[in-house]
């Protein structure tokens, strides 16, 4: 090999190493921000709160009752006085057998009256307005009102008043309409009241029928309940502090005294949900771990093939370097061979 070529051969070979090297200072710096990456990714898993089970106990709560006739009493605080009562409230529920209730919804038929009014039916039963004055026309018209005494009238018109008071009170403020159904099994006679807004404004076919139920109110059995608050009481501890008997207005005129039942009460309904919220967010946390590990396995899977082909650069670069050490000889004997002068 000549002079020139040796050289021309060694820079090339000096070329290809310094492009090997500055090719693995990148490969070097990629790993680098692949770890960085890495380290991210764990650093978040450590970071993530594991969702942790609900636990029965903590919707579970000791509930004191106390019996006062048909009256259920639950109470709800009981905050301790100097002078070693307590002021409580509790809620005290009962079944009103004679409550305004919702009744199964009925279909309505509209008559034309002729001068800008309407009539309601139910089949041949026609309503008339709740609370108005019962006249002699209406106790014609009407089979139950007709079987009344002017006293049992009165009496009527008295209990419409409290029937339309409760049904603005639980319904809201409107104008209502009523008829009196007859119980064939018991012979007695039950009113249904209708809203009047809801009549005029419902939607009637061609023979004055409406389209759709309308909503319908009766009389019949609710549970109902009242928050009694601020009431002093005495309370007797048994030898473990649950609560046995419990004197209302102690020193007073009017003190009673009632034996308290210790019960211990579950909200499943708020447990459930909560149980449901855990499966949702143990499904977001898994959901999370997975996508991590997977971004972890990619940047595993992309510095492994960088690690390779970094060793691959390294062989070249030893094998880049053998030659050029055996080129540098040559270039030295040419050299040798040409510049000396005496042998």
């Known amino acids: ?58 919707y579970t709560k000791t509930v004191y009752t106390f019996q006062d006739g048909s009256l259920s009493n639950s109470i ?49 039963k026609e309503l008339r307005q709740l609370g108005s004055t019962i006249t002699a026309e209406d106790r014609q018209k009407d089979e139950y009102l007709s079987t009344l005494s002017d006293e049992q009238i009165a009496q009527l018109e008295q209990e419409e008043q409290q029937y339309l008071s409760e049904l603005n009170e639980k319904y809201g403020n409107a104008n209502w309409q009523v008829r009196y159904v007859k119980n064939t099994s018991t012979n007695t006679w039950s009113p249904y009241f209708v809203k009047q807004e809801v009549l005029d404004s419902a939607i009637y076919n061609e023979n004055g029928t409406s389209q759709s139920n309308i909503p319908t109110y009766t009389v019949g059995s609710a549970v109902e309940t009242e928050e009694i608050k601020g ?29 308290v039942t210790t019960n ?23 959901q999370a771990i997975q996508n991590i590990n997977a971004k972890i396995e990619i940047i595993q899977a992309e510095d492994k093939n960088l690690e390779l082909r970094l060793k691959q650069l390294d062989t070249e670069q030893d094998a880049i370097q053998t030659e050029m050490d055996a080129v540098q000889k040559v270039i030295e004997k040419n050299t040798e061979s040409t510049f000396k002068t005496f042998g």
């Open 1 to 58: 090999m000549g002079m020139a070529a040796s050289q021309a051969r060694f820079l090339g070979l000096t070329a290809r190493k310094t492009n090997t090297e500055y090719e693995g200072q990148q490969i070097n710096q990629q790993r680098t921000t692949l770890g960085n990456q890495s380290a991210n990714y764990y650093n978040q898993l450590l970071g993530m709160t594991v969702p942790v089970p609900p636990s029965v106990a903590d």
């Open 76 to 124: 709800s605080s009981m905050i301790a006085q100097q002078d070693g009562n307590y002021l409580i409230s509790y809620t005290t529920t009962w079944t009103n057998n004679f409550a305004v209730i919702s009744s199964s919804p009925s279909i309505y038929t509209q008559v034309d009256n002729g001068d800008g009014t309407f009539s309601y039916f139910v089949g041949a």
């Open 231 to 259: 009431v002093t009481a005495r309370l007797e501890q048994d030898s473990t502090g649950r609560i046995i008997n419990i004197t209302l207005k102690p020193g007073e005129a009017d003190e009673v005294t009632y034996a």
């Open 264 to 286: 211990t009460v579950t909200d499943q309904a708020a447990y459930e949900d909560a149980s449901n919220q855990y499966e949702y967010d143990k499904y977001e946390y898994d």
